[in-house]
């Protein structure tokens, strides 16, 4: 039988569990442990990371895991690289679960970057106000650039932060266009900075910065070594019902 292995902490993680769960397939859900209240799981859980490529392999081999799925945030690079590593090490079926890519539309402002500090880079030095829409991870990053306004939107109330002029939303949506129109007016911000995350849950306020004429600082995706890659729960259920198994799915 069958043993898959989820690799979560997305919406869409979340809900192939609930698919998978109520198929009755032989699942475990692990999560990464940065989010201080994670949502339960129908799944049997684990928090906390594997202890790279080699433990990952291992827990692999000791759990019988035959299937991976990583479905990991698009910006875990490691993570989903350890998951390549490891998979390939044990002969393991593995596919991703992740978001289709945002596309720039008409009307859209956006600068390209590759990384974290490129973004602040592209802030310059003239004083801005920024709605900083990348997590809690990677602020260090723009406390180099203490002249900005920054305005966060956060998962968890995240303690001190290292940018002196600041200000934490704790927020876990779902966002609307309208909503984020209405945030960025009320902080009147200039410059939005957003990862490619992708998806449809973080998307509003892209559209906002659109109708509001505000350039958009895009962090493009890391470069990820070579995988199969679907973008929805049912294109997942596929290739678990012909990547070895016996499901009826």
């Not at 998978?20 to 994670?38: C, L, N, W």
């Not at 990053?141 to 002249?147: E, G, K, N, S, V």
């Not at 968890?156 to 909503?179: K, S």
């Not at 019902?241 to 016996?246: K, Q, R």
Request: charged fraction near 20%; proline fraction near 6%; aromatic fraction near 6%.
């Amino acid at each position: 039988m069958p043993h898959l292995l989820i690799l979560g902490g997305t919406t869409e993680a979340s809900a192939l569990a609930k698919i998978v769960y109520e198929q009755g397939i032989a699942a475990t859900f692990s999560y990464a442990g940065r989010v201080a209240a994670p949502k339960a799981q129908p799944l049997p859980t684990r928090v906390g990371g594997f202890g790279g490529v080699e433990g990952l392999t291992r827990y692999i081999r000791d759990n019988g895991i035959t299937h991976v799925v990583d479905a990991t945030h698009p910006f875990a690079a490691q993570m989903s690289a350890n998951a390549v590593a490891a998979c390939a090490a044990t002969g393991t079926q593995l596919v991703a679960l992740t978001r289709a890519p945002w596309v720039p539309e008409v009307g859209d402002n956006w600068i390209h970057v590759n990384d974290i500090g490129a973004a602040a880079e592209a802030l310059g030095g003239d004083r801005k106000r920024v709605f900083l829409a990348i997590g809690r991870m990677h602020l260090d990053d723009f406390a180099r650039l203490p002249q900005h306004f920054y305005l966060l939107r956060l998962v968890d109330q995240p303690g001190p932060l290292p940018l002196p002029d600041a200000q934490a939303i704790v927020d876990t949506g779902p966002f609307t266009v309208e909503g984020d129109r209405a945030l960025m007016e009320d902080y009147a911000i200039d410059i939005v900075v957003s990862k490619n995350a992708g998806g449809t849950g973080a998307r509003a306020k892209l559209e906002a910065a659109r109708a509001l004429g505000l350039p958009v600082v895009m962090i493009d995706r890391p470069d990820l070594p070579d995988r199969m890659e679907v973008h929805d729960v049912d294109a997942v259920m596929t290739w678990l019902a012909h990547a070895g198994t016996d499901l009826g799915v």
